[in-house]
């Protein structure tokens, strides 16, 4: 099992842009894929992007464009780059790797 630690949330202005980091911990994690979720107040999970091993990334489509996923190999680090960020961003966000572990989360609170 890997471990995962969300940070980079806090309270953002709309337009505004916030960079998420999530940290794992296993020994391999340049062949991991993780993906990133949110869950907004009164919503359900929602995913929103996944890196692959490869370099290949996806994106849900309402975050294309703003969202932008990247990793550091070497720093067992992926980042959540979030650009023109709206009150609907509102939510806590997660990092799952690829055994299905999930981090603790890490709030985003939109504020106009």
């Known amino acids: 099992q890997e471990q995962l630690v969300e940070s980079g949330g806090g309270l953002v202005q709309v337009g505004g842009s916030a960079r998420l980091s999530c940290v794992a911990s296993g020994r391999t994690f340049s062949d991991y894929h993780i993906d990133w979720y949110r869950r907004a107040p009164g919503k359900l999970r929602e995913w929103l992007t996944i890196t692959h091993s490869g370099g290949k990334v996806l994106y849900l489509d309402s975050v294309k464009g703003r969202f932008t996923i990247s990793r550091d190999n070497a720093k067992n680090t992926v980042y959540l780059q979030m650009n023109n960020l709206n009150p609907e961003d509102t939510a806590v966000y997660y990092c799952?790797?690829?055994?299905?572990?999930w981090g603790q989360g890490t709030q985003v609170t939109v504020s106009s």
């Open positions: 799952k790797g690829p055994h299905g572990d």
